[in-house]
């Protein structure tokens, strides 16, 4: 089993939309959690990191359930910026980023 | 931009040989993960530099080691090339590395090298 999964996608959605991506992790002595965005040949940007009482920035929320060891983004009204692969990472002990394979997202006009 | 630079940013190899990547971290930040990303893939980390020290390692084989400079730029080196060894390799900077119950520092990624391996 993965450290990390999540649905490899696509997502396609119309502009103006709401979508949701979900994340799971196995290991539950797990510390921090985030999601990171990465744009069609390029590296991994940090987009928020996800705390067990949610976070919002924006469109954007993030959302951390311990219990069930589930992570979630949901972003609101998709531009078509947004299109991109959303990846969730885990963090279990010293620096060591673990990823999740990444959850693509298309927004069309 | 980061301020994390890499050289060279594309490189093409055959199988058996060896090859070295370099990376420059930012500006204050004494700390260089690296990762390899397959296609289709998240990220898989290699190993961590602090200060010249290795400071934890992934699930590669020996072949795949590196160093870290004074000047805390870093360089990955492969040898015995595969063929699944094809695959953007990252480096990220960060200005120190965490324990696991110290706070997490953002690592900030160069923009990678992408090695293909014939």
């Known amino acids: 089993r993965k450290e990390v999964e999540q649905d490899p996608g696509p997502f396609n959605v119309p502009e103006g939309a709401t979508v949701a991506f979900n994340c799971t992790y196995s290991?539950?002595?797990?510390?921090?959690f985030f999601w990171y965005r990465q744009d069609c040949r390029k590296e991994p940007k940090l987009l928020m990191s996800?705390?067990?009482s949610g976070n919002e920035d924006g469109r954007f929320t993030a959302q951390l359930n311990r219990a069930s060891q589930y992570i979630s983004l949901l972003i609101r009204d998709s531009k078509l910026s947004d299109s991109a692969t959303y990846l969730c990472?885990?963090?279990?002990?010293?620096?060591?980023?673990?990823f999740g394979t990444g959850t693509r997202l298309l927004v069309s006009p | 931009e980061t301020g994390v630079t890499q050289s060279p940013t594309h490189l093409i190899k055959t199988r058996g040989q060896q090859v070295t990547l370099r990376c420059s971290s930012q500006?204050?930040?004494?700390?260089v993960s690296w990762y390899q990303q397959a296609l289709g893939q998240g990220p898989q980390f290699i190993f961590q530099?602090?200060?010249?020290?290795?400071?934890g390692r992934g699930n590669f084989p020996p072949r795949f080691s590196g160093l870290q400079f004074p000047n805390y730029s870093s360089e990955l080196n492969v040898n015995a090339l595969e063929l699944d060894d094809s695959a953007l390799y990252l480096c990220?900077?960060?200005?120190?590395?965490?324990?696991?119950?110290?706070?997490?520092?953002?690592?900030?990624f160069g923009p990678g090298t992408r090695l293909t391996v014939l």
């Open positions: 990220a900077s960060s200005p120190g590395p965490s324990g696991v119950l110290s706070s997490y520092n953002e690592q900030f």
């Open positions: 290991n539950s002595a797990s510390q921090s």
């Open positions: 996800v705390y067990s």
């Open positions: 990472v885990v963090i279990t002990g010293f620096q060591k980023l673990v």
């Open positions: 500006s204050g930040h004494n700390t």
């Open positions: 530099y602090y200060r010249e020290e290795e400071n």
